[in-house]
């Protein structure tokens, strides 16, 4: 494979995965039109910026040489984050902007059909087993119980108890679940027996950690600034927390309240998140979780050029940016 294998996959297979998602809407029939036109309008509007949608493909691969028959799971990766997506905006209080031509409400029912319905009508047209079918169906159910696990405890994170550890078991539910789920299913389409299977799913939660602490990073990078105006207890500020002073923690705790409206406290906020102690340890803590994921994928093997491709994903994942 060469450099950025994974995103070469992507580019020879993404007009795939679009239709297999188009072809999932036409199936939903001529009586759900308005169906049909809001979900593919939110789906215009929450387009993946990274090409993670690979990751089936690579997990298949892994285990049999050939990852496109794990297509399908895919575009089942792309429905479910375009609706959490969403959902995930709703929640943080501020809003979000429904898609072009598409109201509030309509964006909502959207993105629900989008994480749940949808997905599981995907996974039921496949010529498997009965009982393949359901193994993948149940992945779907049980995800979005944990992930709406993850997202509650965000919601419901208080500051002044945050530690990295509480961070990441919030990490692990509302990331880690989705990509441990579709991993799983990778797993099970591929025919890998159940300790391989639970082993993807841990490669699948670990990895999701390392994509929440990447998009912090970029986050802070971009100047959308979203977790400090939301309020966010993200992992790089439970490290400030856990390397502060207690005089120290009481102004960051403060600084974190005033950010949700004051673009000063924000700017004093980030200058102490960046603060060379802070990032070192949330550098390490990142070299923490890449070794995690790599030591999971040398224990799983498999063909060679699709676990290259996993690996070069880890690694670019676990980057840290913010220097």
Request: hydrophobic share 40%; net charge negative.
């Amino acid at each position: 494979m060469s450099s950025l294998a994974y995103a070469d996959l992507h580019k020879r297979i993404a007009a795939e995965i679009d239709a297999e998602i188009e072809h999932a809407l036409e199936e939903l029939g001529p009586a759900s039109t308005a169906v049909r036109r809001s979900i593919a309008g939110l789906l215009r509007h929450q387009r993946m910026k990274y090409p993670v949608s690979v990751l089936p493909l690579l997990v298949h691969g892994a285990e049999t040489g050939a990852p496109e028959p794990a297509v399908p799971l895919s575009a089942v990766h792309v429905l479910w984050w375009a609706s959490a997506c969403y959902l995930d905006d709703l929640a943080d209080g501020h809003g979000a902007n429904p898609p072009r031509g598409l109201g509030a409400d309509e964006a909502l029912l959207a993105a629900v059909l989008s994480g749940q319905s949808l997905p599981i009508r995907i996974v039921q047209a496949q010529s498997v087993s009965e009982a393949l079918r359901n193994a993948l169906t149940c992945e779907i159910v049980n995800c979005g119980i944990g992930a709406v696990e993850g997202q509650l405890r965000d919601l419901r994170g208080a500051l002044g108890t945050a530690t990295p550890e509480s961070v990441v078991e919030t990490y692990r539910g509302k990331s880690g679940a989705p990509y441990g789920m579709i991993t799983a299913m990778a797993a099970i389409l591929a025919g890998a027996d159940h300790d391989r299977t639970e082993l993807w799913r841990e490669f699948g939660d670990v990895f999701g950690v390392l994509w929440q602490l990447f998009n912090d990073q970029e986050d802070l990078l971009s100047g959308r600034d979203e977790d400090l105006r939301n309020g966010t207890v993200t992992y790089l500020l439970a490290c400030a927390l856990d390397e502060a002073s207690p005089g120290t923690r009481a102004r960051l705790v403060e600084l974190s309240a005033a950010a949700r409206q004051s673009e000063a406290a924000r700017d004093e906020l980030r200058t102490r998140l960046l603060a060379p102690a802070v990032l070192h340890r949330y550098e390490k803590d990142l070299g923490t979780y890449r070794d995690e994921a790599h030591r999971v994928l040398d224990r799983l093997g498999g063909h060679a050029h699709h676990v290259s491709a996993l690996r070069e994903l880890v690694d670019q994942s676990a980057g840290t940016y913010l220097t």
